[in-house]
């Protein structure tokens, strides 16, 4: 079990954190190559981002992605869990806090926030057993309540579930805050 959680861990971090993009200093010049304003790669059409994507619920969530260039991390092969806040879940923070944490200078407490809202495997709903405690991506641990055939995590309702090509997509009305935060 122990080493299974290591494995799980290191996975998540080699995930999260090799996405850091390292400035250069080559040019590229291609006359012909389009010219796009987002930094978006080429995704499966039914993988956890391109649904966020598509969802008109979760744009705020998809812009916070972006902004920390998590694009490709969430869209990797996985398999991965994300807990997908609505934009109304995002709405119930203090005012100001989005735009504050979309800021540059505060992106890391962003995908701490992000890597709360993820875990290894794809888990279904039946998974989900009251009581316990799940580890997330940023290395902290989230509760799972299941009480009348209804799942929370964290105080969020899941709302909805969408199999992803990798992983599992639940749909939660609260954003999840790591502890301490």
Same mark, same amino acid.
């Given at each position: 079990?122990?080493?299974?959680?290591?494995?799980?861990?290191?996975?998540?971090?080699?995930?999260?954190?090799?996405?850091?993009?390292?400035?250069?200093?080559?040019?590229?010049?291609?006359?012909?190559?389009?010219?796009?304003? /987002?930094?978006?790669?080429? *995704?499966? #059409?039914? @993988?956890?981002?391109?649904?966020?994507?598509?969802? &008109?619920? =979760?744009? +705020?969530?998809?812009?916070?992605?972006?902004?920390?260039?998590?694009?490709?991390?969430?869209?990797?092969?996985?398999?991965?869990?994300?807990?997908?806040?609505?934009?109304?879940?995002?709405?119930?923070?203090?005012?100001? /806090?989005?735009?504050?944490? *979309?800021? #540059?200078? @505060?992106?890391?407490?962003?995908?701490?926030?992000? &890597?709360? =809202?993820? +875990?290894?495997?794809?888990?279904?709903?039946?998974?989900?057993?009251?009581?316990?405690?799940?580890?997330?991506?940023?290395?902290?641990?989230?509760?799972?309540?299941?009480?009348?055939?209804?799942?929370?995590?964290?105080?969020?309702?899941?709302?909805?579930?969408? #199999?992803?090509?990798?992983?599992?997509?639940?749909?939660?009305? &609260?954003?999840?805050?790591?502890?301490?935060?």
């Amino acid at each position: 079990m122990r080493s299974t959680l290591t494995v799980s861990w290191i996975a998540c971090l080699a995930l999260f954190g090799c996405n850091k993009q390292q400035p250069t200093n080559k040019t590229v010049k291609n006359a012909d190559a389009p010219r796009t304003s /987002t930094n978006i790669p080429p *995704l499966h #059409p039914t @993988n956890i981002v391109s649904q966020a994507i598509a969802s &008109k619920d =979760h744009t +705020t969530l998809v812009a916070a992605i972006k902004a920390v260039n998590y694009v490709t991390s969430v869209a990797a092969s996985g398999p991965l869990t994300v807990f997908a806040p609505t934009n109304s879940a995002f709405e119930q923070l203090p005012a100001g /806090t989005v735009e504050t944490l *979309l800021k #540059p200078e @505060n992106h890391e407490k962003l995908r701490n926030i992000l &890597k709360y =809202h993820v +875990t290894t495997s794809a888990l279904k709903m039946s998974y989900f057993v009251d009581g316990q405690n799940l580890a997330m991506a940023n290395g902290e641990k989230v509760k799972i309540t299941v009480k009348d055939g209804k799942v929370t995590i964290g105080g969020a309702n899941i709302l909805a579930s969408s #199999p992803a090509s990798n992983g599992m997509l639940h749909i939660i009305d &609260k954003v999840l805050l790591p502890p301490g935060k």
